[in-house]
Every structure is written in C-alpha cells, then in structure tokens.
C-alpha cells in the first residue's frame, strides 16, 4: 500500500479555512454597509424601541399577553427592585381591575358586623356562666359553701378522689418480673407499692390477664399518638379500647360512639345571654341572631356508657313514648334513633392535644342539656351526671348536678394518665368504681323514674308541651 505524503494535506487545506474566514469577515463587513441588510433592519427597530417608536407588531402567530407585575400592597414598588419592571405610573391600581375587588390594609381591622357570629371554638367556661341555666366549674369545698351537695354527689365523689396510685392487680406481680427477662420488652417492672394492697376494692376475678393485654396495647398507641401529634380519632381509639373491655365483661352495660349524635330537642339546649351569636358548627344549626336576644347553642360529646336494656324493658319504654310527642320521645338528650332508647349515665369527651376546641365545654353543654331534659320529663336529678375528659394523655373526670337553678360542674378528679403503667391502670380502676356505680345506683334511678313513670303514661293521652321548632 502507498501512502500520500502528508505534506500535501496541510497545501490544500490552509488556504480553504483562510478563504472562509475572510468570506465570513467580508459578509459582515457588507451587512454592515447595506442598509437593506436583515442585521441592520433588526438594529434599526432596537434603536427605534429605545427612543420610544412604535413597531409594527409581529403579525404571524398570536400576539403576546402584556402581563402586569404583581404588586404587593404592603411594599412600596420603588423600595423593591424585583418590581421595577415598569414605572408606577403604568401600573394598574387593584381598584381600577374590572375583575378583582380591592381589599384593605394589613394596619386596617375591620369592625364585626351586627350578625356577628362567635365561632365554637372560641367559647370557654366564663361564657357559659352567663347560659340559661348558668354552667358554673368549681371544686368540691367551693361547692359545699355555695349550697347543699346532694348525697349521691358526696358519695360518687369520695369512692373516686379517694383512688391515688396503687391500681395494678396483685396478681400480675409474676408476670409484669417476667417480662423484664424479655428482649422485646425492655420496660422495668412496676414498684411494688404500685400493685393494689388487699384492703382496696379488687378487680372482679378472671379479668387480668385480658386488661393486661389491653394495658399494653394502650400504652403503644398512646405512645406513639403523642410523638406524632395524631388526630383526635387515633386518641378515640383508645378511649373505645378501654370502654369496650367492660362492655366485654358486663352484659348490662354497652358503650356507644355519639359523636354524630346531635342534641335535640332545641329546646332542651343551654340558652346564652351574653348577646353574642353563636355558631354550633357540629350539629348543622348556625344561629346569627344579634346583640341582647339569647341563642341556644348545642355541642356533642364522643362516647358514652349506658345501660343495656332488656326487650320487655324497651317495649315498655316505647310505649309510654308513643303517648308523647315527638321531640320528647328520648330518654337522653337526643333523638338519634340508635341512641334514643339508651340510657346514659356517663358522657366521654377526647381531644388531641394542642386543640384548639376546649372538651370542658362541650362536655359542659351536653350534661346541661341532660339536666333540661330531666326536668322537662319530671325526672328526678338527685343523682351525678359523671363525664370524663380524654385530652391526650390525660383523663379527668366532673360531676354535674344541680344547685340552686345552676348546673354544677364539680371537679376536676384525676382519673390517670396513659404515659405510664401505673397511670393506665388507674384508669381501668376508676372505670371500674364507675361502671359499678352505674348498674347499682343509677340502676335504681332508671327503674324508679323512668320505668316508671313509662308505667304510669301507658294508656294515658299525650302531655301538652312547648312547640319545639
């Protein structure tokens, strides 16, 4: 093969990219004199745009949208570069915009309205103290100096603020050392002044090993709720958890979820009398009635615990309602069919932590409503109306009665706490004093006022009452 000397190939190329360079040279030079050139036509527009001439605009395709920048009201134009794209005299004012409505100042508050409604969220205790009856808190001595305490109150409320610590079974003492030696459960054993002494009311026998299994349960979810900042309804879940566990274990007793339950009727609803409107988001009525007329306000709880009743029970208890009208046919204070029949002897409000809505007053409303309720069908309020806040990891426990026209809300009761062993079995201990107190006392109080008042009404016309509307 023979090769081509290659000092042939630099002769035949350099002379190739010296022509071309001079072409492109020459070409530019050429545009630069020709005033018909495409260069100096585009160079003439941009001259003519920096002197404020108008072109022609570009006629193929659709034209461009002659956006405005958006101008903050808070800020100055001049003060901001980013906004100095046009001059501010040619900015369009947000008044001038056919389609956008000017709004005020951040400095400027606006003043409410005569139909100014108050949101749920921002009722508290004092306002209720102004309700129709008025729902007042205090403790237990403020309570006794105020008026007389029904015995019953006196009762219910030493067997529970009696209950310190001390609430694990006597008999889990082997099991909670056993699992020290497990890998997965790393946890130390509870002390043994937290296991509950032979002098104290004992746990019903058989039930141990299950509320164990539920303790530990409890504990894990709660656990794990507080460090996510879970919703309100992971925190329900263990409140169903535990209150279910005696629904298992008692056949009297069924623990049901009201949280869709409205209270009704109306009228059986706490009035307020402070002028302000008030909005009862959870059960659809919005009421925005104006100054110095007073407005009922509604709330729900959660759960409650009532007695399970037996068919001639129910027969009996629907036939003295059919002798009445409708908006009183309810034995609580409300007409939800599935919860109608159910009578309630303890009310359960949670709330997440950090919540904005407070659970004392709901709790506050739904126990009123109870009380109105008595005393329209002529029942007796002897007895405590019990209702436990569940906020995170804390339970506390009120009693409601009436004193002088006023709904007492006697407490606050610790009942425990779910970030410890020693505060879930209190818990379960303090629901067990509860639900005992409910299938004897105010079992008692449901067959003599109820039952038999349903008794007396069977063949009877029907009682003439206020117009519900």
């Not at 800020?75 to 000017?102: H, I, K, M, W």
């Not at 067997?159 to 056993?178: F, G, N, R, W």
């Not at 004992?202 to 709660?222: C, E, F, L, N, W």
Request: charged residues 25%; aromatic residues 6%; proline residues 8%.
């Amino acid at each position: 093969m023979r090769l081509r000397p290659r000092t042939a190939e630099p002769q035949t190329r350099q002379p190739l990219q010296e022509s071309t360079g001079n072409q492109r040279r020459q070409k530019r030079r050429l545009e630069k004199e020709d005033p018909q050139s495409e260069n100096s036509r585009l160079q003439g527009k941009r001259r003519a745009m920096d002197h404020g001439e108008q072109s022609s605009p570009k006629k193929r395709g659709r034209p461009p949208k002659n956006k405005t920048p958006k101008v903050s009201t808070p800020f100055d134009v001049n003060e901001n570069p980013r906004l100095q794209l046009r001059p501010a005299s040619q900015v369009p004012s947000s008044a001038s915009s056919p389609g956008r409505t000017s709004s005020p100042g951040r400095s400027k508050k606006a003043l409410p309205d005569p139909g100014y409604t108050k949101p749920d969220a921002n009722l508290s205790m004092t306002d209720l103290k102004s309700c129709q009856p008025p729902i007042i808190q205090m403790d237990i001595a403020r309570a006794r100096k105020s008026g007389p305490v029904p015995p019953a109150v006196e009762a219910l409320y030493k067997q529970l603020a009696s209950v310190k610590y001390a609430c694990i079974p006597p008999e889990l003492k082997a099991a909670y050392h056993s699992d020290i030696d497990t890998p997965k459960k790393s946890r130390d054993a509870p002390a043994d002044e937290e296991f509950l002494p032979p002098s104290a009311k004992q746990y019903p026998p058989g039930r141990s090993s299950r509320m164990k299994q539920s303790v530990d349960i409890v504990q894990q979810d709660a656990g794990w709720n507080h460090r996510t900042k879970a919703h309100e309804r992971n925190w329900g879940k263990l409140v169903s958890t535990i209150v279910v566990d005696y629904q298992v274990f008692e056949s009297g007793l069924l623990a049901v979820n009201v949280e869709t339950c409205a209270i009704t009727p109306a009228i059986i609803r706490p009035a307020s009398a402070t002028g302000d409107a008030i909005t009862t988001e959870e059960n659809s009525t919005t009421i925005t009635t104006g100054s110095g007329q007073s407005v009922q306000i509604g709330r729900m709880v959660d759960w409650v615990l009532t007695l399970r009743l037996g068919d001639d029970e129910t027969e009996l208890i629907s036939g003295a309602f059919s002798t009445v009208e409708d908006c009183w046919r309810s034995m609580n204070q409300s007409l939800t069919d599935f919860i109608r029949e159910c009578p309630i002897f303890a009310d359960f409000e949670l709330k997440k932590e950090l919540s904005l809505r407070d659970p004392e007053v709901q709790l506050a409303v739904w126990a009123c409503a109870g009380l109105l309720k008595k005393q329209q069908m002529h029942w007796s309020t002897e007895l405590p109306m019990p209702g436990i806040v569940v906020d995170g990891h804390t339970w506390t426990c009120y009693l409601f009665f009436e004193q002088k026209g006023r709904l007492i809300m006697c407490g606050p009761i610790p009942i425990g706490s779910t970030a410890t062993v020693e505060g879930t079995w209190k818990i379960y201990y303090q629901l067990m004093l509860l639900v005992e107190w409910g299938m004897t006392v105010y079992r008692t109080w449901f067959e003599k006022e109820v039952l038999g008042w349903a008794r007396a009404r069977i063949g009877k016309p029907a009682i003439e009452t206020e117009t519900v509307e």
